[in-house]
């Protein structure tokens, strides 16, 4: 099995009553996250999550900073991945934030994609 696909999306989550502060107004929870595809036709979906600010740029990094990464890589090695992403591309723009909720979000996708292409729920897994 092979990752052929990793694709970053946005999913804008209305609130009841916005966030605001003296300067801000956040009236949806954003929830961005990875979908990574295998040549077996298995694919698998992470999530992070921010209030709707930096959803794109977290977009952006899993596409295309992190995506070119995985692309024709086994996802069951999954922490070999998680290391090579760790000291990848963006490790010099600091170990936590933005790059380290894309790699959530990837590290996610995986291990949902791994659950799946065994047909067993993920707890069993781990």
Known sequence: MKITGVEGFIVHVPIRRPIEDSIHQVGTWGVPGARITTDDGISGTGYTGTHA???DLIKTAIEQYYGPLL???D??????????????P???IGRSGI???AQAAIDIALWDLI?????KPLWQVL
């Open 99 to 101: 790059s380290q909720m």
């Open 75 to 88: 996802p069951a090695h999954v922490r070999q991945i998680w290391q090579d992403l760790y000291m990848g």
């Open 71 to 73: 692309l024709g890589r």
């Open 115 to 119: 659950a799946k292409s065994q047909d």
């Open 53 to 55: 600010r930096g959803d």
């Open 90 to 92: 963006l490790r010099w």
